[in-house]
């Protein structure tokens, strides 16, 4: 095979795997409301199309340390959440999503300062999410997280070709720009941001904010399973380190759902 034609399957690969992750998880998203939504937008849709290309390029160990660069970048992306969070109580959908964007670059940028292990990026995570769910606490309006939104086509179109393009670009520069920073990037939170611009038009700043405030507790969720990845993927390999982690990610929503469903039995007036 040529070296034009291989990068040419490649490229169309990289297209259909990302567009098919990102608008499933869209789809979803529609028939299910905004709660699960903050469930679904947790999981690693952009991201997790990214490690996979990542995976079929680079050897195990590359995939291990890109993990310690994705468990920093999920911490940046509670950060992201709640700026949005905090901005769109009266800021425009502009306003709000583009200072969100900003703070994350301006911590991702940071990051760049710190020779990051496994455990200094589990402590960022173990610090960080404690006092995003604490400041998202005034922005968690239940009344307003009920509503169900339905994604047009056009939604589901601009939203996987603005994805694909991203996760291009990511695994196109993994070997420039090494291990830590593709894994970083690789979790750059552009499927969340499209979903809170979709979401922003219809049913207002405030109900938006609502479900990126629910989102901090099940991106804890994607941490531990990224943390998996990280130790898995050199002695299991990485298809059974990511099938793994995903597990854990899926297993740590599912108890987040069960957790809600109890107590919101709870409150039901007894007969």
């Known amino acids: 095979m040529s070296p034009m034609l291989l990068f040419t399957v490649g490229l169309l690969l990289k297209i259909a795997m990302t567009a098919s992750i990102v608008v499933a998880a869209s789809l979803v998203v529609e028939r299910s409301g905004?709660?699960?939504?903050s469930l679904i937008a947790s999981l690693p849709t952009a991201g997790g199309a990214a490690m996979i290309i990542l995976a079929i390029e680079h050897p195990p160990a590359?995939?291990?340390?890109s993990a310690v660069g994705s468990v920093v970048s999920n911490a940046v992306c509670a950060i992201f959440a709640l700026t949005y969070a905090a901005l769109a109580q009266r800021r425009s959908l502009a306003v709000s999503i583009g200072g969100a964007?900003?703070?994350w670059f301006c911590c991702a940028g940071?990051?760049?300062?710190?020779d990051w292990s496994a455990?200094?990026?589990?402590?960022l995570n173990a610090v960080v999410f404690p006092l995003a769910i604490l400041a998202g606490r005034g922005f968690r309006a239940e009344a307003l997280a009920t509503a169900r939104v339905a994604f047009t086509g056009a939604d589901l179109a601009w939203r996987a070709g603005v994805v694909t393009f991203c996760v291009i670009v990511v695994t196109a520069a993994s070997a420039a720009i090494g291990s830590f920073a593709s894994g970083l990037f690789a979790f750059f939170p552009v499927a969340m941001g499209?979903?809170?611009a979709i979401l922003h038009p219809r049913i207002g700043g405030p109900?938006?904010?609502s479900v990126a405030a629910h989102v901090q507790a099940p991106l804890i969720g994607l941490g531990l399973s990224l943390l998996a990845v990280h130790i898995l993927a050199e002695p299991l390999g990485v298809w059974r380190s990511y099938a793994i982690g995903l597990s854990i990610g899926i297993g740590w929503n599912a108890l987040l759902w069960g957790l809600r469903q109890l107590n919101s039995a709870a409150l039901l007036p007894k007969p």
Do not use: D, E, K, N
């Open 62 to 65: 590359f995939i291990g340390q």
């Open 194 to 196: 499209s979903y809170f």
């Open 110 to 114: 940071l990051t760049r300062l710190v």
């Open 119 to 123: 455990g200094s990026a589990v402590l």
């Open 34 to 37: 905004p709660f699960i939504g």
């Open 207 to 209: 109900a938006t904010a």
């Open 101 to 103: 964007f900003v703070i």
